[in-house]
């Protein structure tokens, strides 16, 4: 959420920074057509209650006197009942602006690229190579149908489609590189494992900003209010919703969960095999940070998420996105994307962002300063990564003219030793 006194004072830098992301400009105005009633009915308020209270005081003093106060009572009880009218016309306008204020992304950071679509992101970097092969590279759904890796036909049959179902040996790889991230997160990257639900409520989907902009994308389990969640952005940075950090920052925490998701109207883009599913698993990470550091540990971030890839030995790229292709919640984002030569394209395997006070005004996450004061962190994530298209690029680039894989060196002692996945036939 946008710190109102932000567009109160500076109306026309929030409406530029919601054009350049394509969103509505004029919901500006209706903050401050709502803001300012709001504010004029709790002037009135205010005033009306200090009357009642004089008033008041003069129904003890005229008793002391032994005069008749009814008509003062009465006019006590006329002004109670005017009171009770306008508190309840604020809080309904304070619920339109709050509902306003909610549905209003996040201005695009000072060094994120201006555009409205993809076509304006831009490529910062790029590690290795694409892979040349000396015969035609099999897509991942060849080469797991192949290995018997993972089972589409019977998953849609138990489920529907975009539900994979790994086995055996495609099952332990999921696992291994799960193990993989974790460890290398905690062990050298600094941060604390967490375990979250996976599932959370209406509140907690809203701090991060998923409610109420994303709501056809997710799962809801109406009858209990809860919603299966998207990602393990949502369960870890939740976990200080509506508190004080009572520790020093910067705070890291990395989890694994499963991440659900809809994706309404993503029907026939990249949907075969692990492009494009509703439930996968992934490794995310979690900061907050003191606002003057949220830069650094954007580019911080990132880092670990590449030195994910530069172990397992794959050829990606870094885009940044431009104001146009970030999320609604996000300040500036990196994808980080790698390069599949089954499908010939390069594939989002992470996005790296930072929401700087955006989740936190919304979640009610604060912390104290060198003097005390108590404010709003800037949070960031990242995924550490996705497995699917992790799954498919490892799956791609190690494939043999045998039809056999090789792993990556550093999944091997994850695999219980085994270097290359073989038919078993």
């Known amino acids: 959420m946008l710190d109102i006194k932000l567009l109160r004072e500076d109306p026309d830098t929030v409406r530029q920074g919601l054009k350049s992301r394509g969103a509505d400009a004029d919901v500006v105005d209706s903050v401050l057509e709502f803001d300012e009633i709001r504010r004029a009915l709790l002037t009135k308020v205010e005033a009306l ?60 950071h000072e060094t994120t690229p201006i555009g409205l679509d993809e076509s304006a992101n831009e490529t910062i970097k790029q590690h290795g190579e694409p892979k040349q092969f000396d015969f ?60 979250p639900p996976f599932l959370c409520n209406a509140d907690a989907m809203t701090g991060t900003g998923q409610l109420p902009k994303m709501a056809d994308d997710m799962y809801n ?8 969640i998207p990602t393990a952005e949502v369960p870890v940075t939740n976990i200080y919703r509506e508190e004080i950090i009572d520790q ?35 490794v995310e990470m979690v900061k907050y940070v003191d606002p003057a550091k949220s830069d650094a540990e954007l580019e911080s971030l990132l880092v670990n998420a590449e030195d994910v890839l530069q172990r397992l030995g794959l050829c990606y790229r870094v885009l940044s996105l431009c104001s146009g292709d970030i999320s609604f919640a996000a300040s500036k984002c990196y994808d980080i994307e790698l390069w599949a030569p089954g499908q010939n394209d390069w594939l989002e395997v ?33 995924s550490g990564v996705a497995l699917p298209r992790l799954v498919v690029a490892i799956l791609e680039n190690g494939q043999q003219e045998d039809g056999s894989v090789v792993l990556p060196d550093v999944l091997v002692p994850y695999m219980g030793g085994l270097k290359k996945i073989v038919n078993s036939e």
């Open 350 to 382: 992470s996005s790296c962002s930072n929401f700087r006070d955006f989740q936190a005004r919304r979640a009610g996450i604060r912390y104290r300063d060198e003097n005390g004061k108590v404010r709003f962190v800037h949070t960031l994530n990242g």
């Open 221 to 228: 389990l109406a009858e209990d209010g809860l919603y299966l």
């Open 136 to 195: 035609k590279p099999l897509t991942h759904i060849e080469i797991g149908d192949n290995l018997k890796l993972f089972d589409f036909a019977r998953a849609a049959k138990m489920t529907g489609a975009g539900f994979p179902l790994f086995m055996g040996v495609g099952a332990k790889l999921e696992r291994a590189l799960i193990q993989f991230m974790l460890d290398l997160h905690t062990t050298e990257h600094g941060y604390l494992e967490v375990s």
């Open 49 to 108: 209650k200090g009357d009642r209270n004089k008033v008041s005081k003069d129904i003890g003093a005229a008793k002391k006197r032994g005069e008749d106060t009814a008509a003062i009572q009465a006019s006590v009880r006329e002004m109670g009942e005017k009171i009770s009218a306008l508190d309840k016309q604020a809080q309904a306008t304070t619920d339109d602006l709050n509902a306003v204020m909610l549905s209003i992304p996040n201005l695009p």
């Open 248 to 282: 020093e920052l910067p705070v890291y925490l990395t989890a694994y969960t499963p991440c659900f998701r809809r994706e309404a109207g993503a029907a026939g883009k990249m949907t075969r095999g692990l492009l494009r599913v509703h439930q996968f698993d992934k």
